[in-house]
Antibody, heavy 117, light 107 residues
Framework: EVQLVESGGGLVQPGGSLRLSCAAS????????MNWVRQAPGKGLEWVSYISSSSTTIYYADSVKGRFTISRDNAKNSLYLQMNSLRDEDTAVFYC??????????WGQGTMVTVSS | AIQMTQSPSSLSASVGDRVTITCRASQGIRNDLGWYQQKPGKAPKLLIYAASSLQSGVPSRFSGSGSGTDFTLTISSLQPEDFATYYC?????????FGQGTRLEIK
Protein backbone atom coordinates (compact mmCIF):
# COMPACT_ATOMS: atom_id res chain seq x y z
CA GLU A 1 0.00 0.00 0.00
CA VAL A 2 1.29 3.43 -0.94
CA GLN A 3 1.58 5.41 2.27
CA LEU A 4 3.07 8.55 3.80
CA VAL A 5 3.26 8.88 7.58
CA GLU A 6 4.27 12.15 9.24
CA SER A 7 5.71 12.45 12.72
CA GLY A 8 7.53 14.94 14.91
CA GLY A 9 4.80 17.44 15.61
CA GLY A 10 4.11 18.81 19.05
CA LEU A 11 4.02 21.86 21.28
CA VAL A 12 6.93 24.27 21.03
CA GLN A 13 7.53 27.78 22.35
CA PRO A 14 7.90 30.75 20.02
CA GLY A 15 11.45 30.92 18.75
CA GLY A 16 11.90 27.19 19.19
CA SER A 17 12.69 24.44 16.71
CA LEU A 18 11.07 21.23 15.55
CA ARG A 19 11.92 18.59 12.96
CA LEU A 20 9.14 16.86 11.09
CA SER A 21 9.59 13.52 9.34
CA CYS A 22 7.59 11.82 6.64
CA ALA A 23 8.09 8.08 6.15
CA ALA A 24 7.22 6.72 2.73
CA SER A 25 6.32 3.14 1.90
CA UNK A 26 4.78 1.13 -0.92
CA UNK A 27 6.49 3.02 -3.74
CA UNK A 28 9.95 3.97 -5.01
CA UNK A 29 10.44 7.10 -2.92
CA UNK A 30 13.60 8.16 -4.75
CA UNK A 31 11.66 8.59 -8.00
CA UNK A 32 9.24 11.22 -6.73
CA UNK A 33 9.34 14.90 -5.98
CA MET A 34 7.82 15.81 -2.62
CA ASN A 35 6.15 18.74 -0.89
CA TRP A 36 5.12 19.97 2.52
CA VAL A 37 1.72 21.65 2.87
CA ARG A 38 0.22 23.10 6.04
CA GLN A 39 -3.21 24.09 7.30
CA ALA A 40 -3.74 26.43 10.21
CA PRO A 41 -6.74 25.63 12.42
CA GLY A 42 -9.95 26.47 10.58
CA LYS A 43 -8.06 27.85 7.58
CA GLY A 44 -7.24 26.80 4.05
CA LEU A 45 -4.28 24.91 2.63
CA GLU A 46 -0.89 26.61 2.28
CA TRP A 47 2.02 25.19 0.33
CA VAL A 48 5.26 25.29 2.35
CA SER A 49 8.14 23.68 0.47
CA TYR A 50 9.17 21.46 -2.46
CA ILE A 51 12.12 19.14 -3.02
CA SER A 52 12.95 17.28 -6.19
CA SER A 53 13.62 13.56 -6.23
CA SER A 54 17.39 13.97 -6.09
CA SER A 55 17.34 17.06 -3.84
CA THR A 56 18.79 19.21 -6.60
CA THR A 57 15.84 21.65 -6.67
CA ILE A 58 14.25 23.16 -3.58
CA TYR A 59 11.64 25.88 -3.16
CA TYR A 60 10.10 27.58 -0.14
CA ALA A 61 7.10 29.77 0.51
CA ASP A 62 8.12 33.32 1.40
CA SER A 63 6.48 32.86 4.81
CA VAL A 64 9.03 30.20 5.82
CA LYS A 65 12.09 31.09 3.75
CA GLY A 66 15.20 31.36 5.90
CA ARG A 67 13.55 29.55 8.81
CA PHE A 68 12.56 26.15 7.41
CA THR A 69 14.77 23.60 5.63
CA ILE A 70 13.45 20.72 3.57
CA SER A 71 15.57 17.61 3.01
CA ARG A 72 15.24 13.95 2.18
CA ASP A 73 17.10 10.69 2.63
CA ASN A 74 16.24 8.37 -0.23
CA ALA A 75 18.08 5.50 1.41
CA LYS A 76 15.72 5.79 4.37
CA ASN A 77 12.62 6.61 2.29
CA SER A 78 12.16 9.72 4.37
CA LEU A 79 11.35 13.40 3.91
CA TYR A 80 12.13 16.03 6.55
CA LEU A 81 11.24 19.58 7.46
CA GLN A 82 13.52 21.36 9.92
CA MET A 83 11.64 24.29 11.39
CA ASN A 84 13.55 26.99 13.29
CA SER A 85 12.53 30.36 14.77
CA LEU A 86 8.94 29.16 15.03
CA ARG A 87 6.19 31.75 15.34
CA ASP A 88 2.62 31.63 16.60
CA GLU A 89 1.42 31.79 12.99
CA ASP A 90 3.24 28.53 12.18
CA THR A 91 0.67 26.64 14.24
CA ALA A 92 -0.87 24.19 11.79
CA VAL A 93 -1.30 20.62 10.66
CA PHE A 94 1.62 19.78 8.39
CA TYR A 95 1.15 17.31 5.55
CA CYS A 96 3.71 15.73 3.27
CA UNK A 97 2.53 15.02 -0.26
CA UNK A 98 3.88 13.14 -3.25
CA UNK A 99 3.98 14.74 -6.69
CA UNK A 100 2.77 12.81 -9.71
CA UNK A 101 1.72 14.28 -13.05
CA UNK A 102 1.88 17.83 -11.69
CA UNK A 103 -0.46 16.95 -8.85
CA UNK A 104 -0.26 15.94 -5.21
CA UNK A 105 -1.55 12.40 -5.52
CA UNK A 106 -0.66 10.89 -2.13
CA TRP A 107 -0.90 12.70 1.21
CA GLY A 108 0.05 11.74 4.73
CA GLN A 109 -2.42 11.97 7.61
CA GLY A 110 -0.73 15.12 8.95
CA THR A 111 1.10 16.06 12.13
CA MET A 112 0.05 18.95 14.36
CA VAL A 113 2.51 21.69 15.26
CA THR A 114 1.47 24.10 18.01
CA VAL A 115 3.60 27.16 18.70
CA SER A 116 2.62 28.71 22.00
CA SER A 117 4.12 29.95 25.22
CA ALA B 1 2.91 34.72 -6.99
CA ILE B 2 -0.07 33.50 -8.98
CA GLN B 3 -3.34 34.22 -7.20
CA MET B 4 -6.08 31.61 -7.41
CA THR B 5 -9.55 33.04 -6.88
CA GLN B 6 -12.05 30.32 -6.08
CA SER B 7 -15.79 30.78 -6.00
CA PRO B 8 -18.14 30.45 -4.34
CA SER B 9 -16.59 30.28 -0.87
CA SER B 10 -19.56 28.26 0.32
CA LEU B 11 -22.44 26.51 -1.32
CA SER B 12 -25.59 24.79 -0.11
CA ALA B 13 -26.97 22.03 -2.28
CA SER B 14 -29.11 18.91 -2.13
CA VAL B 15 -28.37 15.30 -2.93
CA GLY B 16 -28.79 14.84 -6.67
CA ASP B 17 -27.97 18.45 -7.55
CA ARG B 18 -25.43 19.45 -10.18
CA VAL B 19 -22.76 21.70 -8.69
CA THR B 20 -20.04 23.81 -10.28
CA ILE B 21 -17.05 25.41 -8.54
CA THR B 22 -14.75 27.78 -10.35
CA CYS B 23 -11.13 28.87 -10.02
CA ARG B 24 -9.58 31.80 -11.81
CA ALA B 25 -5.83 32.26 -12.03
CA SER B 26 -4.26 35.72 -12.04
CA GLN B 27 -2.21 34.69 -15.07
CA GLY B 28 -2.23 31.83 -17.52
CA ILE B 29 -1.27 28.47 -16.05
CA ARG B 30 -1.87 26.21 -19.08
CA ASN B 31 -3.66 23.20 -17.58
CA ASP B 32 -1.45 22.90 -14.48
CA LEU B 33 -4.36 22.77 -12.09
CA GLY B 34 -5.74 20.17 -9.73
CA TRP B 35 -8.86 19.83 -7.63
CA TYR B 36 -8.85 18.39 -4.11
CA GLN B 37 -11.54 17.31 -1.68
CA GLN B 38 -11.04 17.59 2.06
CA LYS B 39 -13.29 16.28 4.79
CA PRO B 40 -13.01 17.47 8.40
CA GLY B 41 -9.98 16.07 10.19
CA LYS B 42 -8.72 14.33 7.06
CA ALA B 43 -5.98 14.95 4.52
CA PRO B 44 -6.93 16.37 1.14
CA LYS B 45 -7.68 13.90 -1.63
CA LEU B 46 -6.81 14.42 -5.29
CA LEU B 47 -9.86 14.37 -7.56
CA ILE B 48 -8.74 15.94 -10.84
CA TYR B 49 -5.26 16.62 -12.23
CA ALA B 50 -4.11 18.47 -15.34
CA ALA B 51 -7.40 20.40 -15.19
CA SER B 52 -9.55 17.61 -16.61
CA SER B 53 -8.02 14.20 -15.89
CA LEU B 54 -9.88 12.06 -13.37
CA GLN B 55 -7.68 10.54 -10.69
CA SER B 56 -7.88 6.77 -10.47
CA GLY B 57 -10.64 5.60 -8.17
CA VAL B 58 -12.56 8.88 -8.20
CA PRO B 59 -16.22 8.56 -9.24
CA SER B 60 -17.07 9.72 -12.75
CA ARG B 61 -19.61 12.23 -11.43
CA PHE B 62 -16.59 14.48 -10.82
CA SER B 63 -15.23 16.31 -13.85
CA GLY B 64 -12.92 19.23 -14.51
CA SER B 65 -12.50 21.62 -17.38
CA GLY B 66 -10.63 24.73 -18.39
CA SER B 67 -7.27 25.97 -19.51
CA GLY B 68 -5.29 29.17 -19.20
CA THR B 69 -6.96 31.19 -16.45
CA ASP B 70 -10.46 29.78 -15.95
CA PHE B 71 -11.25 26.36 -14.54
CA THR B 72 -14.29 24.53 -13.26
CA LEU B 73 -14.99 21.48 -11.13
CA THR B 74 -18.40 19.93 -11.71
CA ILE B 75 -20.16 17.31 -9.65
CA SER B 76 -22.94 15.98 -11.85
CA SER B 77 -25.17 14.47 -9.15
CA LEU B 78 -24.28 15.16 -5.56
CA GLN B 79 -24.01 12.20 -3.23
CA PRO B 80 -24.06 12.37 0.59
CA GLU B 81 -20.33 11.64 0.77
CA ASP B 82 -19.51 14.64 -1.45
CA PHE B 83 -20.26 17.22 1.23
CA ALA B 84 -16.80 18.54 2.00
CA THR B 85 -14.45 21.42 1.22
CA TYR B 86 -12.92 21.66 -2.23
CA TYR B 87 -9.67 23.38 -3.22
CA CYS B 88 -7.99 24.15 -6.49
CA UNK B 89 -4.18 24.18 -6.71
CA UNK B 90 -1.91 25.57 -9.39
CA UNK B 91 1.57 24.18 -9.88
CA UNK B 92 2.42 26.02 -13.07
CA UNK B 93 5.18 27.74 -11.14
CA UNK B 94 6.47 28.29 -7.63
CA UNK B 95 5.22 29.31 -5.19
CA UNK B 96 2.43 26.81 -5.60
CA UNK B 97 -0.86 28.38 -4.62
CA PHE B 98 -4.25 27.09 -3.54
CA GLY B 99 -7.65 28.61 -3.95
CA GLN B 100 -9.37 29.74 -0.77
CA GLY B 101 -11.64 26.71 -0.71
CA THR B 102 -15.34 26.06 -1.30
CA ARG B 103 -17.33 24.57 1.55
CA LEU B 104 -20.13 22.43 0.14
CA GLU B 105 -22.94 21.97 2.63
CA ILE B 106 -26.18 20.07 2.68
CA LYS B 107 -29.26 22.18 2.02
Amino acid sequence: EVQLVESGGGLVQPGGSLRLSCAASGFTFSSYNMNWVRQAPGKGLEWVSYISSSSTTIYYADSVKGRFTISRDNAKNSLYLQMNSLRDEDTAVFYCARVKWHAFDVWGQGTMVTVSS
Amino acid sequence: AIQMTQSPSSLSASVGDRVTITCRASQGIRNDLGWYQQKPGKAPKLLIYAASSLQSGVPSRFSGSGSGTDFTLTISSLQPEDFATYYCLQDYNYPITFGQGTRLEIK
